[in-house]
């Protein structure tokens, strides 16, 4: 787990850090702040998270809250066994803000049924992350879980 995280951080660590709001849930629309375990998932995954100073490790917002924020992306998590993992849809309160994220489609859903449960499956919910922030390098990250970092 560890020579994967360290591959994936080597793999993101020249490319551009997006300012990516994480959400856990969309009612109330819950956020993921510093110190948590998704917060390290999404800094391997070459993800800047624009929570990084809030006083709670998960935020509840508004949709005022975002706007302030103006996120590059925007990521929903699941943790369903079966979704689709790519762009959506802004759901309900994301819908018509004047944000990049949604002006530029960036808003997507990762699902993983060990998405919000810590385990050795973490690097392959870092890897999802990395392969949505960064889609021209999503076959280079897909190498980094089969054992073979120099690709």
């Known amino acids: ?5 360290a591959a994936l951080r080597a793999a993101t660590a ?6 990516v ?9 819950t956020a993921v702040g510093p110190g948590t375990v998704l917060d390290e998932l999404l800094a391997a995954a070459g993800g ?23 996120p590059d992306v925007i990521i929903l998590i699941h943790g369903r066994p ?6 959506i849809d802004p759901p309900g309160g994301l819908a018509g803000l004047d944000i990049a994220a949604v002006k530029n489609h960036r808003v997507m859903q990762l ?7 810590p385990s050795t499956s973490a690097p392959r919910v870092a ?5 949505l ?13 089969n054992g073979d970092e120099r690709k």
Not at 127 to 131: G, N
């Open 82 to 87: 079966r979704g689709t993992t790519g762009v």
């Open 14 to 19: 020249a490319l551009n850090k997006p300012g």
């Open 48 to 70: 800047r998270n624009i929570l990084a100073d809030a006083k709670a490790r998960y935020p509840v917002l508004d949709r005022e809250d975002v706007l302030n924020l103006q």
């Open 21 to 29: 709001l994480l959400l856990v849930g969309l009612n109330p629309l």
């Open 111 to 117: 699902t993983d049924p060990v998405a919000l449960l």
């Open 133 to 145: 922030l960064h889609p021209s390098h999503a076959e280079a990250f897909e190498h980094i879980l």
């Open 127 to 131: 890897v999802k992350l990395a392969q």
């Open 1 to 5: 787990v560890r020579r994967q995280f």
